[in-house]
């Protein structure tokens, strides 16, 4: 059994931290990604499927081509932003389980392609949402967001790999409080709960 965390450590991953819009000034490095992905990669997934495929966009010019593909008030926050993501989703991820899921013959539990989509999402979104709290471990913020045309990034970010498509993108780097407003509300247990 792990140790629990100390407030510090709850408040970094959860009750302080927030959805930046900006950033203050200094780089992510590609050791910097490293680093996330090595923590986000051992999170749960259905039969250690992994359907995540990220791509991490560190210089200018993959932040533009992002920006490009982003919607409202996203594209100024992407190119300024110190490093972004894009968060695919394998839909063939089945053809890597004999190696990711040994024990087994777990490849053939996925024959619908209709199914391996929805195994694909909700996974995949797991292994996002890993990477966000990655990220806030190691101490960065993050800035997700959905408001992008997914065809114009899967053609911009995955054209080599037609099985794979956008899930979801985000920011990263050390949040700007300047970017942020006071946090939205948050349900109490009971309302949103049942114990049974």
């Known amino acids: 059994m792990g140790t629990?965390?100390?407030?510090?450590?709850?408040?970094?991953?959860f009750r302080t931290?927030?959805?930046?819009n900006g950033y203050l000034p200094g780089e992510v490095t590609e050791a910097d990604i490293r680093a996330i992905y090595e923590l986000l990669k051992m999170g749960p997934t259905s039969a250690?499927?992994?359907?995540?495929?990220?791509?991490?966009?560190l210089s200018q010019e993959a932040k533009d081509k992002l920006a490009d593909c982003a919607t409202g008030?996203?594209?100024?926050?992407?190119?300024?932003?110190?490093?972004?993501?894009?968060?695919?989703?394998?839909?063939?991820?089945h053809e890597q389980l004999p190696w990711l899921f040994p024990h087994t013959d777990a490849r053939s539990w996925f024959p619908d392609p209709d199914a391996r989509k929805i195994h694909a999402l909700r996974n995949g979104s797991l292994q996002g949402a890993y990477l966000l709290i990655?990220?806030?471990a190691l101490g960065f913020d993050t800035g997700p967001m959905s408001g992008i045309d997914f065809a114009a990034t899967d053609r911009a970010f995955f054209a080599d790999q037609p099985s794979v498509h956008t899930n979801f993108i985000a920011t990263i780097g050390?949040?700007?409080?300047?970017?942020?407003?006071?946090?939205?509300?948050?349900?109490?247990?009971?309302?949103?709960?049942?114990i049974a």
Do not use: H
């Open 4 to 13: 629990p965390l100390d407030e510090a450590g709850l408040d970094t991953i």
């Open 17 to 20: 931290a927030r959805t930046y």
């Open 48 to 57: 250690n499927m992994q359907p995540a495929r990220f791509v991490w966009c």
């Open 73 to 93: 008030a996203n594209p100024p926050k992407i190119r300024k932003a110190p490093a972004a993501v894009v968060i695919g989703m394998d839909y063939d991820y």
């Open 134 to 136: 990655a990220a806030r």
């Open 174 to 194: 050390r949040g700007d409080p300047a970017s942020i407003f006071g946090r939205s509300p948050r349900p109490v247990f009971e309302q949103f709960n049942k």
